[in-house]
């Protein structure tokens, strides 16, 4: 079975301060990992992904997120926050080899960046 | 503009009346979904469907009920069953097909049941 852990509930940084939003995965074969970005009141955008390629994966906006199987980590960097950035984030695992395309989501990092 | 497109934004019920939640792609993707949002928590998965004519329940299917009738379709019928009806409820495709890719969403629909 596949799991995801989000460290932290909710962050909170200054506006050009690195950001690091942290997560941990389970899983029992090689994972599909994800990182999403929800603004208030909207659905989910997919910000980056691994899929077994590049351990480093640059997504949109600036962020990128470092794939480390001896730490089954997944965290998500932006070196110097925006106002915009603000926003619900959420990590997620989904099996490189199932028959059933599903993927689990963890319980969201909210960051709040502050002026 | 390919995407997914859920209706409407904002709806209201009163408590004992079935609801239909609209959902609807462009994507040309064989699989879609459906999850409950609460405030404060992570997604979690009603339904989902890998193919037109199937579709199998997820972790907190009790009090809903959906249909794939054509590959671009996939409403959700929330029925006077579910004890919390009220919550944020998003529609997602991927493209299936026995592998695991990532899932596209729809913009929500929060339903309100008073």
């Known amino acids: 079975a596949q799991s995801v852990t989000q460290l932290g509930s909710h962050v909170s940084v200054s506006e050009g301060a690195l950001v690091l939003l942290r997560c941990n995965y389970s899983s029992s074969v090689p994972p599909y990992l994800f990182w999403y970005v929800q603004y ?32 089954t980590s997944f965290h998500l960097t932006k070196p110097s926050a925006h106002m915009s950035d603000a926003a619900e984030y959420f990590c997620a695992v989904s099996a490189l080899y199932s028959s059933a395309s599903k993927i689990i989501f963890g319980s969201g990092t909210r960051l709040s960046i502050r002026p | 503009d390919g995407g997914i497109t859920q209706s409407p934004k904002y709806l209201f019920r009163k408590e004992g009346q079935n609801v239909t939640l609209s959902c ?87 339903l309100t049941v008073t």
Not at chain 2, 73 to 84: D, E, G, I, R, Y
């Open chain 1, 40 to 71: 208030p009141n909207q659905g989910l955008q997919l910000l980056l992904k691994y899929t077994s390629a590049a351990t480093l994966v640059k997504g949109i906006n600036g962020f990128e997120a470092e794939f480390k199987k001896s730490e």
């Open chain 2, 24 to 110: 609807e792609q462009n994507l040309n993707h064989d699989a879609m979904y459906w999850y409950r949002q609460d405030p404060g928590q992570g997604l979690r998965l009603i339904y989902y469907s890998q193919i037109v004519n199937d579709f199998q329940k997820g972790d907190i299917a009790e009090g809903y009920s959906v249909s794939r009738e054509k590959k671009e379709s996939f409403p959700l019928t929330v029925t006077s069953a579910q004890k919390n009806p009220t919550a944020f409820y998003l529609c997602a495709s991927s493209s299936g097909g026995g592998r695991t890719y990532e899932q596209y969403f729809g913009p929500g629909t929060r």
